[in-house]
């Protein structure tokens, strides 16, 4: 079963908008953390942002917020301000426990142009 | 953040060759972890390092396949094995400081595999 699910394949959005990239996921598990990263087309994973399941607010790194609706089970990374440089695959992963192994699991990925 | 070096950053194999990548961070690190995305594809867990053990492999990985060492806490080798062309994928080296409920995990820069 699908436990991280992004359901944008490709999204075009005008440069210096705010863009939200939809993520859900589904654990059983009540200790969990929600991830952000960005891969550029160089191929490296850059981490943008972390939000844990007990985390009382929305996390918030500069540009990147996490919209964290935990009755939803859905964790949408806002980019405020979108810039050219912000065009890149963005992929969504969940840290869940395996047998007491922690992993992360990595959702399909979202590609975001930005339009100048 | 930690400093992930990952080498090689790109090569061409004959199949049924091997190949060795290496990932070296830039402090010690608890948990370390070797992933593979194939062409357009997200990223899937090949298997946790695990420092003066052997690694812990994910469903469909074997070690025979994808031997990994980690010989300290800062060091760990991917090789894959007798390589035909649908080994071609990216190989990232994955890195936490935290063992158990980690809150950041970095990447390398990968290693963009291809096999003729």
């Known amino acids: 079963a699908q436990k991280i699910t992004q359901t944008q394949p490709g999204m075009f959005v005008q440069e210096k908008e705010a863009v939200t990239l939809d993520c859900t996921y589904d654990t059983s598990d009540p200790s969990y953390g929600l991830f952000w990263y960005k891969q550029p087309s160089s191929g490296e994973m850059i981490f943008l942002i972390y939000?844990?399941?007990?985390?009382?607010q929305n996390a918030t790194e500069g540009r990147y917020s996490l919209n964290f609706q935990k009755a939803r089970k859905s964790a949408n990374l806002v980019i405020s301000a979108s810039q050219l440089g912000d065009s890149a695959m963005y992929f969504c992963a969940m840290r869940e426990s395996n047998f007491g192994n922690e992993k992360l699991t990595f959702g399909t990925g979202t590609r975001l142009t930005i339009i100048p | 953040s930690a400093v992930i070096s990952q080498k090689p950053s790109r090569d061409i194999c004959q199949r049924g060759t091997s190949l060795t990548i290496q990932c070296q961070v830039d402090?010690?690190?608890?948990?370390m972890f070797w992933y593979r995305q194939q062409p357009g594809q997200s990223l899937t867990l090949i298997a946790t390092a695990n420092q003066g053990s052997e690694a812990t492999y994910e469903s469909g990985f074997v070690i025979d396949k994808f031997p990994i060492s980690r010989p300290n806490l800062t060091f760990s080798t991917l090789t894959v094995s007798n390589m035909s062309p649908e080994d071609s994928s990216i190989y990232l080296c994955?890195?936490?400081?935290?063992?158990?409920?980690?809150?950041?995990?970095?990447f390398g820069q990968g290693t963009r595999l291809t096999v003729v």
């Open positions: 402090s010690q690190v608890t948990m």
């Open positions: 939000q844990g399941s007990y985390d009382q």
């Open positions: 994955s890195v936490a400081r935290v063992s158990g409920v980690y809150t950041e995990a970095f």
